[in-house]
């Protein structure tokens, strides 16, 4: 989920114009140059516009936007610490724009937004926050002086679902900065301004940006509304930015195999920018479907990634292809690795040295794969919950084998089977995990379904009481938003 925002605001750079507008065509092909990940051809554009439109500073946005997207999935501290301030110039041209103008307040907004995107990463958590209060404050004085004006709902809606989703514990620290947060709201603002864009011809160059944050926060915070760039009508194999939110949902709906066929069809080679995170990816989807090609993919992360995100997650899924082969020896040697490799604040990076410290077990770690892929029905068939003595003796393993029966359950529809099986999980109560979690999490929602709002708020309100374990903010905000929608 914190990969999720921090895109949001990375990408929300690309989504206007500035001082003189001038937004011509050769503006409209820098912004899909940089949805593209073009970026040989992005530096052409923007220095050949510079030269013929001086005053124009559009290309200063755009060139703020690349740096931010470039800063945070591709490059080290260092490299972010040498560019900075080429950022602090650039930010102050934009600055320059009239306060009348009311892209002012959104451009310097989604600025600072990108950066403090970039602070977060390597920990600098008082710039991150300083950004952060900045962004919320200017976007709400531009919604107040400007009510009307159509692109201050993309960021400002993004930063209410965010704030709107935070777990009370955190709600009440941003209380205290004056951040204010709903997530239907900020659902409505991002939803009317993606329909905005469409029907006002002078909004048509948001399109793109607009149904990308459309689509992303609705799967992000699984709602009902079924939202997807294929049904928006968006060319999914132009950018990788857009393959990789596509391949995620065709994940959430059992079509692996198309959303690996997405991954390794997406644009690359000496145009584009390099992004090794989409590797990872890559051979994640393809441990669950064709893990003889995983490898290739991880390794390949691996050589060229530049700082130390998703290392230790990459090490355990290496660790998996060689356990799957019956290679012991090579299995251990990567769960080594990922003991070793620094530590950072991704829930994968967490959750796989929790595995490696408590050892891996091969009968979970195949129904993992299978409930990745959608092969629902085996793991039901595998999973029989007179079976767990034979491959799990120890709490954690007993709680995600109930848990993985259940998910796969409630995938095949089967609610009333799922909702005891979730329930058994929950008998475990140590160690407290993801499993656990969203254990609790998925009956929350099952009663919701069935009506049952009394049970549905104690479970909502159960998950929320849990911290500390891995990708635990995005169970919360979940949690947080199933107690909203709760009459």
């Known amino acids: 989920m914190r990969h999720f925002y921090l895109l949001i605001f990375s990408l929300a750079l690309f989504s206007g114009t500035a001082q003189k507008v001038e937004f ?56 972010y610490s040498e560019n900075e301030s080429r950022l602090e110039k650039l930010f102050a041209r934009v600055e320059d724009l009239p306060d009348q103008e009311p892209y002012k307040r959104v451009f310097l907004a989604e600025m600072a937004l990108g950066r403090s995107g970039i602070h977060g990463k390597y920990k600098n958590n008082i710039k991150a926050a300083w950004g952060f209060y900045r962004a919320y404050n200017l976007l709400d004085d531009n919604l107040r002086e400007f009510p009307d004006f159509i692109p201050t709902l993309i960021p400002f809606g993004v930063l209410q679902t965010a704030v709107g989703s935070l777990p009370s514990d955190y709600k009440s620290v941003a209380s205290l900065f004056g951040f204010k947060g709903n997530i239907e709201e900020g659902l409505k603002m991002i939803r009317k301004a993606y329909y905005y864009s469409l029907a006002d011809p002078k909004l048509k160059f948001h399109r793109d940006y607009f149904g990308f944050v459309y689509a992303y926060v609705n799967y992000e915070l699984e709602t009902e509304e079924q939202v997807s760039l294929y049904t928006l009508g968006m060319e999914v194999g132009a950018s990788s930015f857009f393959t990789y939110l596509e391949a995620q949902q065709k994940l959430r709906s059992g079509e692996a195999a198309e959303a690996l066929k997405l991954l390794q069809n997406r644009p690359r080679g000496s145009a584009y920018l390099e992004v090794p995170f989409f590797e990872y990816y890559t051979g994640k989807v393809a441990l669950m479907i064709k893990p003889e090609q995983a490898y290739k993919h991880l390794h390949l992360f691996l050589e060229t990634a530049k700082d ?36 950072t604040l991704t829930g994968s990076d967490k959750q796989a040295l929790d595995e490696a410290l408590r050892g891996f077990n091969l009968h979970l770690i195949k129904a993992r794969l299978d409930f990745d892929a959608g092969r629902y029905a085996r793991i039901v068939e595998n999973l029989k919950p007179e079976g767990v003595e034979d491959c799990c003796r120890k709490n954690w393993e007993r709680q995600e084998y109930h848990y993985r029966r259940a998910r796969a359950l409630q995938e095949l529809g089967l609610i009333d089977q799922a909702i005891p099986a979730f329930l058994k999980a929950m008998e475990y109560k140590e160690p407290v995990s993801f499993s656990l979690a969203n254990s609790i999490l998925q009956v929350a929602i099952l009663f919701e379904h069935k009506g049952n709002w009394s049970q549905s708020k104690r479970y909502f309100k159960e998950a929320l009481a849990l911290e500390g374990y891995p990708f635990h903010e995005g169970v919360q905000q979940k949690a947080k938003a199933g107690l909203e929608r709760l009459p």
């Open 24 to 79: 011509n065509k050769a503006m409209e092909d820098g912004i899909k140059a940089i949805a593209e990940l073009r970026y040989s051809d992005l530096h052409q554009i923007l220095n050949r516009e510079r030269k013929a439109n001086p005053t124009n500073r559009v290309p200063d946005y755009l060139e703020a936007a690349a740096l931010c997207i470039r800063g945070f999935f591709v490059e080290n501290e260092d490299w």
């Open 308 to 343: 130390h995100e998703h290392r230790k997650s990459a090490y355990r899924y290496l660790a998996w292809y060689h356990l799957l082969n019956g290679q012991k020896t090579e299995a251990e040697a990567y769960r080594q690795k990922i003991m070793q490799e620094a530590e």
